[in-house]
């Protein structure tokens, strides 16, 4: 039977299961196959922080969310088109986020009475009035796939867990992808298990196969390449984009790149990501403790390395006092925060941006350090190799931004040429005359002197410096004068940055505010209300301490400043307080990220107000 | 930029005196304070360890034994409370060629630091930390330490310590370091003969120095140190030699099982033969274990000198081979080869 193909613009599909059904490795599958195909793509990765919660209940569930599109996307998409539901628990979590008429496919065969327990139904939902306007596919996902492997000579356990492939199977069909980059992937992943191997790629046949046969779809979707500019790409996730960062900068400084860390949610994967590159002479360290691991670094830039410390929240809050040593001694070092929600241990695996205060105030003392912040996965690339450059030519810490969403969620990348990346200049001290381990540069940065220097010896500590001779001192003026050059030297690095940076500011009274990670769902809801001839400015802090020299004179020419965060406000209480403007601050403290209409409607209310 | 700071010349070693290793700034404990003889031992024993003075680090903590860099003319970096072994391992970590070294006190290595030296100890990282154990806190003006004695009346603890003393020997024994010793402020050949013993080891090397705080603690060792007591009370271990102690070298250890007892070498009962011999490379650790426990224990003489040398390879040095190896089997990192990896794609 022929079937019609229906061409669309966008898709939104989520897959979703148990913690153990793959639902992850199906999420990023497709994703990959559908960034080869050339659209350009958002995911958004959501998971609990268990690792295997029991089978079966809502906690447990697992999603991959994914938007594609024959256009560019900025977001992840904020109500599936599809969802598919691995079993009841899935559906049941779900459900209220679906678009109005969206199709939901269930493995009928989850639908127990014991699993509809665990999910909380009383009765079985497919068999009442429950999913009235969402277009129910039921398919035994389960038996279908047994029955495709009953030769395999897996156990039943084994077979099981094929079924992911089954409907990753079907719904490559469905949206008309091909299955090859998925069957080569199977076979360098489980080249030791042949078997296992020959078993998921029967599974991702045959789910093809049963969407090409079965009656149940008489409809399959077709999305266009997107048009992206010329290039080279590859799909990037915003902890492999700081890595790979990282090493190149540490290329372009010609420095080897120390990482000092300990594992923690979200952050990990830079760890992981890096500590597979060796060959590029990165060195990381898997420390004891988060303050070892920011301690290890420090102590590695003393020694002349481009120091690493990668972690989350409450790893920051442990390495505040260290940070407070790098802000004294004046060393260069990258803070990396992927702030996950807090306070305590919080929601481990959601996402926030509740860390600003602490990133840029969170230390004793007058400790300022530079804080930048990346906003989209691909971005974070070259947000590391700015940190990078601040870092080493001011001799500061530079504590660099990303979050859970942007770090585990991934988008298109155009891959740069190498070569186009400028050279970061660093220079250590070898002359010896006229030497002083606090001597100051145009840019007030002190010396790098590394061990191994002859005739450079010198000693640095916590202890408060005199300025040039870099001699303990407590006099009180010395103090102050040593405070303020601090912050000086910092707050100069305004000369150093881009300006903040206003989207269609012609004619319009209303400025809409972001930084980090919002900046895809704010540029969507501001896109789509300008579609709509509605006048909206829109700026994105990278840079946050030091702000952008014109920060103020932007922030000065709207009646209305609108700052949508994943937080009580932290940026609108620094635009406030520094620039002493109305900011009207939109939050949203659930773990998950802002949708683009959650936006859009905030933006229409504050215009509703201006009227 | 590595490449340079590798190739800096080792061809021309000065002939260095105490004095190059002696910077300019005016030391400030207080008079009497048993880390001025810890000073002056590293100060007269460094130009003798092989050491360029430019490849020298001291790294330490906060407390009064912390302020050590600043009184050396060597690369020196006065961190944050307990911090001091992490630091050193960034340090060289990323240039293993340096030699060095942390100093720090029994708070700062044992309380706050606690879990940096456990771990350094079992990295075999080619650290070499002095412990000046005073069994105070000094800097902060008299409160009981981790290796205060139970009971012990500070001002923190009025009514006397209810806590348990940290024993460093037996914690660094059993945090697998590979080179662990004792010495004595008052004693400073000995102190010089372990300081050139720890810089030649490789691996993680602690020497615990029992040092006098004359302000807070004053005499808290003068049994180990005074003349009239020390021959009777201290145990000078030297590697290959019976366990022999006293005025009149007329006391002996014997191990009785796993059970150290004092025997009298005077009376005919026993001889030399009987004594343990100290041998500081035994690979098991458990006779060192035994050494460790003695200053715990009712008539047994405390042991200094080396208590544990063995070899094992170190931390820094396989972190190294690694990289080199990876380097070996995938070749030199291609920055654009690793950019323009995985699935990727064209568009036109």
Redesign the interface.
């Known amino acids: 039977m022929e079937k019609e193909v229906l061409g669309l613009n966008d898709v939104t599909i989520r897959f979703a299961g148990d913690s153990g059904d793959g639902m992850q490795l199906t999420g990023t599958q497709f994703t990959n196959t559908t960034a080869l195909v050339g659209n350009d793509l958002s995911t958004l990765p959501d998971y609990p922080a268990e690792i295997r919660a029991p089978a079966g209940t809502t906690y447990g569930v697992s999603g991959f969310q994914l938007h594609f599109s024959n256009s560019d996307i900025q977001t992840p998409g904020d109500s599936p088109d599809v969802l598919v539901a691995m079993n009841p628990a899935a559906l049941k979590v779900n459900l209220k986020d679906l678009k109005h008429g969206a199709a939901i496919i269930v493995n009928i065969n989850s639908f127990d009475a014991k699993n509809l327990k665990l999910a909380g139904y009383e009765n079985n939902p497919l068999e009442d009035d429950s999913f009235e306007g969402f277009e129910v596919v039921p398919v035994p996902l389960s038996k279908l796939t047994t029955t495709a492997l009953e030769d395999s000579g897996l156990s039943a356990k084994e077979i099981s867990r094929c079924k992911n492939f089954f409907a990753l199977g079907l719904m490559y069909w469905l949206y008309s992808r091909p299955v090859e980059p998925t069957l080569k992937w199977i076979k360098s992943k489980f080249k030791d298990e042949p078997m296992i191997a020959a078993a998921n790629e029967k599974a991702l046949l045959a789910g093809y196969y049963y969407g090409e046969n079965t009656e149940q779809f008489t409809t399959r979707y077709h999305v266009e390449p997107a048009k992206l500019p010329k290039g080279t790409y590859r799909n990037i996730s915003g902890n492999e984009a700081l890595a790979l960062g990282f090493i190149t900068a540490s290329v372009k400084t010609g420095l080897p790149l120390f990482l000092g860390s300990y594992p923690i949610t979200p952050a990990s994967d830079i760890l992981h990501e890096l500590s597979k590159h060796k060959n590029f002479d990165v060195r990381t360290f898997q420390a004891e403790d988060e303050i070892a691991a920011v301690s290890a670094a420090i102590g590695a830039s003393f020694s002349g390395a481009l120091a690493i410390t990668t972690t989350s929240g409450p790893g920051v809050a442990l390495k505040s006092e260290a940070i407070g040593l790098a802000v004294m001694t004046e060393l260069p070092l990258i803070i990396v925060d992927v702030q996950r929600g807090g306070p305590s241990t919080g929601l481990p695996t959601k996402t926030e941006q509740s860390d600003l205060q602490q990133a840029i105030l969170g230390r004793n003392g007058e400790a300022p350090v530079v804080v930048i912040a990346a906003s989209t996965p691909a971005d974070c690339f070259y947000t590391a190799i700015e940190a990078v450059r601040i870092a080493t030519k001011y001799m500061v810490p530079v504590m660099l931004m990303s979050d859970g969403y942007i770090a585990n969620g991934s988008e298109p990348w155009r891959i740069p040429e190498p070569d186009s990346i400028p050279e970061i200049k660093v220079e250590f001290r070898k002359e010896k005359e006229g030497f002083a381990p606090y001597l100051r540069d145009e840019n007030f940065a002190r010396p790098w002197a590394v061990p191994g220097t002859p005739g450079l010896e010198h000693r640095i500590g916590g202890l408060e410096k005199s300025n040039i001779s870099g001699n303990v001192n407590y006099e009180p003026e010395n103090h102050e004068f040593m405070v303020r050059l601090r912050a000086q030297k910092v707050k100069n690095i305004e000369n150093d940055i881009p300006d903040l940076e206003v989207t269609d500011d012609v004619d319009s009274n209303i400025l809409v505010v972001g930084w980090g990670g919002t900046y895809g769902s704010i540029t969507e809801a501001v896109t789509r209300l300008r579609q709509r001839g509605i006048k909206i400015a829109q700026a994105h802090f990278k840079y946050l301490n030091p702000f952008p020299k014109n920060t103020g004179m932007v922030l000065n020419k709207y009646k209305r400043i609108i700052c949508p965060e994943l937080n009580m406000g932290q940026l609108a209480r620094f635009l406030k307080s520094e620039f002493l403007v109305e900011v009207d601050s939109f939050n949203k403290i659930q773990g998950i990220p802002f949708k683009t209409t959650e936006i859009e409607n905030k933006i229409l209310a504050v215009i509703g107000e201006l009227v | 930029?590595?490449e340079?700071?590798e190739s800096?010349s080792k061809a021309e070693h000065p002939k260095y005196t105490s004095k190059d290793f002696t910077?300019s700034?005016d030391v400030r404990w207080c008079p009497g304070c048993g880390d001025y003889s810890i000073l002056a031992q590293m100060q007269r024993t460094s130009p003798d360890l092989g050491i360029?003075?430019?490849?020298m680090?001291?790294?330490?903590g906060?407390g009064c034994s912390s302020r050590f860099?600043?009184y050396m003319?060597?690369?020196?970096?006065?961190?944050?409370h307990g911090?001091a072994p992490?630091?050193?391992?960034?340090?060289?970590?990323?240039?293993p060629?340096?030699s060095v070294w942390v100093a720090t006190g029994d708070g700062d290595l044992l309380s706050i630091g606690g879990?940096?030296f456990i771990?350094a100890c079992r990295r075999n990282i080619d650290l070499k930390i002095i412990l000046f154990n005073n069994r105070i806190y000094g800097l902060t003006k008299g409160q009981y330490s981790p290796t205060s004695e139970k009971g012990k009346k500070t001002k923190s603890t009025p009514f006397g310590s209810v806590d348990f003393p940290f024993n460093p020997v037996g914690l660094a024994l059993g945090a697998e370091a590979t080179f662990v010793a004792r010495t004595l402020d008052r004693d400073p050949k000995h102190l010089q003969e372990m300081i050139k013993k720890a810089a030649e080891h490789k691996g993680t090397a602690l020497i615990e120095v029992f040092q006098n705080c004359n302000i807070f603690n004053d005499g808290a060792f003068s049994l180990f140190t005074d003349k009239e007591t020390k021959a009777d009370n201290v145990l000078i271990l030297e590697q290959n030699k019976p366990m022999v102690f006293g005025k009149n070298n007329d006391k002996g250890i014997r191990l009785n099982g796993l059970e150290p007892e004092v025997i009298d070498l005077s009376d005919g009962k026993y001889s030399v033969n009987d004594v343990w011999v100290h041998n500081e490379n035994d690979k098991n650790p458990a006779r060192a274990f035994i050494l460790s426990q003695f200053s715990e224990r009712e008539g047994l003489p405390l042991p200094i000198g080396v208590i544990r040398k063995i070899s094992k390879t170190t931390y820094d040095h396989d972190?190294h081979e690694?990289?080199s190896e990876?380097?070996k089997?995938?070749?030199?990192?291609d920055?654009?080869k690793?950019?323009?990896?995985?699935?990727?794609?064209?568009?036109?």
């Open positions: 930029m590595k340079e700071t800096i910077s700034q360029e003075k430019e490849y680090v001291w790294i330490s906060i860099p600043y003319d060597t690369y020196g970096f006065h961190s944050i911090r992490a630091i050193a391992t960034g340090v060289k970590l990323n240039n060629k340096l879990n940096h771990h972190f690694q990289i990876v380097k089997q995938k070749g030199k990192g920055l654009r690793l950019l323009f990896s995985g699935n990727m794609w064209e568009v036109n």
